[in-house]
């Protein structure tokens, strides 16, 4: 008997989930296939990694990642495509809102080759969702399947499902090539293979969270929009740093608006009211790209978002040095005013990038 699947479980704070999960796994299974689960931890306070190491001495069917310092579901996903022997892989939800009966029927699918993809559909004839308002649900996905259809080549009842399973071997050709900023890795698989995937989907009933709380928010149009830019001009510039560059646009907006909110109202004092305008446009800066560019790693709590601000503040200083630096020495050299600036603004936000993506929101 050799192993057939690998079922990757992506966890952030999913302590109590886990031993129950992999019961209904094994359960669910049964002697349909030789199997192994694969923890992805990013580090969980709740000690969730400590947990799945437990459950492993028991059983060594199961397996631990447990990754410092890095975040992203998308990327934990990936983490578990490479580090199987196993000939399949299934991604699943590790707070039982995914049903493990389907797992035997995707895979049966797969070995037959009647799909290239298993894809456990919350909107399929026959699924239902226990979370939300449906109706809702399905006209925006609507919209969502059209945009997803373009993108992908494939007719998708639920392309944003984080339930799904693919030849081992397909998911690894196709690392290389996904987004950095893989919100949806279903998605972005079907995207990125050469050709339209056959898809086989299976209806879900969506369960609700057994345990703690949901960590991804429900902006769906945002995903597809970046979906979308990823596909296109993601190539040209990283679909990151352009969401990184659009929010500073932004707070050049939001500095002019404070900057003659506080000229207005203290007269004279410009470089009083210029320091307020740049501090509450960074900060500015900060939530937003919390909220939006790194809403897969998005800083939560007092203490973390403390912590954030005053990195990215201090990353910014630093940013605001070397822009007036470049900016300066290059109009000193003779090179228009208009160039310098630009070249100063680009090295600025450069630094504040890539400072700010590993030092802000790289843990
Ligand atoms: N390793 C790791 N790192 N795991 C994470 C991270 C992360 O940064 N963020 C979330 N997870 C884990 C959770 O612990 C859970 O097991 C799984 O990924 C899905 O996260 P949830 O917080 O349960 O997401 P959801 O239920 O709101 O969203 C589900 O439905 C979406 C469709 O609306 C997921 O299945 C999504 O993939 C899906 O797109
Ligand atoms: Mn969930």
Redesign the pocket.
Known sequence: MTLDLAII??????RGNLGPLVERIDRAIGTAAVWEVII???DSKDGTADEARVLALIDPRVRVIQ?IGR???AS?AIEGFCATAAPYVAVM???H??DPALLPGMLTALKSGEAEICVASRFAEGASTAEWAAPEREKLSTYANALARKITGVELSDP????FMLPAATARALVPRLSGIGF?ILLDLLATADAPMTVKEFPLNFAA?REGE???D?AILFDFLAGLYDKTLGKVIPTRFALFGTVGAFGVLVHFVVLSVLLFALGERFAIAQTAAVLVAMSFNFWLNNWLTYR??RLVGAVALLRGWLGFIATCAIGAFANVAIATFMEGSGIHWVLAALAGIVVGSVWNYALSSRFVWGR
């Open positions: 479980l992506p966890t952030l704070n999913e992805v931890d990013d990754r975040r992203g579901l934990a939800d590790a707070d809102q995914h944003m499902s984080g339930y949806k969270r949901s960590k991804l429900r897969d790693k």
